[in-house]
């Protein structure tokens, strides 16, 4: 359990990644700058759960700490 943290942070660090394209996709896609087979709506919902995943992990990983 000692690697915990440096894995979760790990995670948390990949998960703002995909938050970022995500964000960047719904973009491109209301402008029309980006073509794909998803829509707005999609990559919105992707976002949000990613960072819902994240902010859980935040919150597992500090009651974790404070223990």
Known sequence: QENRPEFTDAVIAELEKTIDL???TEKGLDAGT???IITPALA???R???VKA???LRRVSFVHATR
Do not use: N, S, W
């Open 54 to 56: 994240a902010d859980e």
């Open 44 to 46: 919105d919902h992707h």
């Open 22 to 24: 995500t964000a960047t």
């Open 48 to 50: 949000r759960e990613a």
């Open 34 to 36: 980006i073509q794909g």
